[in-house]
């Protein structure tokens, strides 16, 4: 089921993007180098071209007056990884089902360091606010979640949460539910709160958009690592080197949505019109889930649990 959902996000973005016959028989990309995957450099490039053809709506900037990550300092994203470390050493301590998101958001939150360190972004006071803010969120759902306050825990998240409880979802369904979730409830709200527009007018979409080249460079390692740890049929899904194109087209349209609503939360004028946009942003996301959650199912997690428990810790 899921190879067959895969393919056809693929054969809807090569439908997509027209290809010259010259790049068709160039399947190398100087954006990905030496590359396993065939269709990656064919695929990505002119979607992210697309991408970024695609204009901000002008949303008026003002000052950052959040209170977490004032400074934009490097020192945000610091506190925010040693705080996901020992929360993954303390799900990893009982092969908890939170485990995979925590691993992967761990290695996620690494890669935006490496990257705001390097120079990647324009702005990277922005990035470490963003970060922060939405690492926090994260941690306040489920620190929520845990101690069984949950009366207004967002349904995408309820969803993604109960699956981990249950140990009804494979270790990739857990990854999916988690993802959409923080992705597509949460990440709206944090750009809105943090800021799309600097106070001069420029736009963040710029380097919204360059970090889903940086995610591309994850979906492997981290894949791999979640198998190695936690189930071993993590990667089994398997088109070859393929999946890969396909997280990455998948990933992309995510990232494009959750801009949009931002957009129109940060848009909103009056209690009404922004809970149309809460709505929106919380509906588009429960029902992601519901339909992960349902393609994901297992009927035991036995293996996984056996596994997890000789290798959960590295």
Known sequence: MLRAVLGFLLALVLAAVPLSPASA?????????????????????????????????????????????????????????????????????????????SLAYLRVTENVRDAVRSGYFDDAKWLNRVDTVFADLYFDTTSDWEAGRRANIPAAWRIALQAEDDR???????????????????FPYVLAKVGLTDPDGTSHKPDHNAYNQRLDSLYAPVFAEEA??????????????????????????????????????????????????????????????????????????????????????G
């Open 25 to 101: 028989e160039d399947l190398g990309n100087p954006s990905y180098p030496d590359d396993p995957d065939p269709l990656r450099g064919l695929v990505l490039p002119p979607l992210d071209s697309l991408i970024g053809l695609l204009p901000p709506l002008p949303v008026p900037g003002a000052e950052y007056a959040g209170d977490l990550c004032r400074s934009g300092g490097d020192e945000c994203i610091d506190e925010v990884i040693e705080r996901m470390e020992a929360r993954l050493d303390r799900l990893v301590s009982t092969c908890s089902h939170s485990a995979v998101f």
């Open 228 to 313: 190695a740890r936690f189930d071993p049929t993590f990667d089994d899904v398997n088109f070859g080197t393929l999946e890969e194109t396909a997280a990455g087209v998948i990933m992309r349209g995510w990232r494009e949505m959750v801009w949009r609503h931002a957009e129109l939360l940060a848009l909103a004028k009056g209690p009404v019109q922004r809970s149309l946009a809460q709505k929106q942003v919380e509906t588009y996301a429960a029902l992601q889930a519901l339909g992960i959650r349902q393609l994901f199912q297992v009927q035991s997690s036995e293996r996984r649990d056996a596994w997890c428990a000789l290798h959960g810790a």
């Open 168 to 186: 009804a979802v494979s270790g990739l369904g857990n990854f999916m539910l988690a993802m959409n979730a923080h992705i597509n409830r949460d």
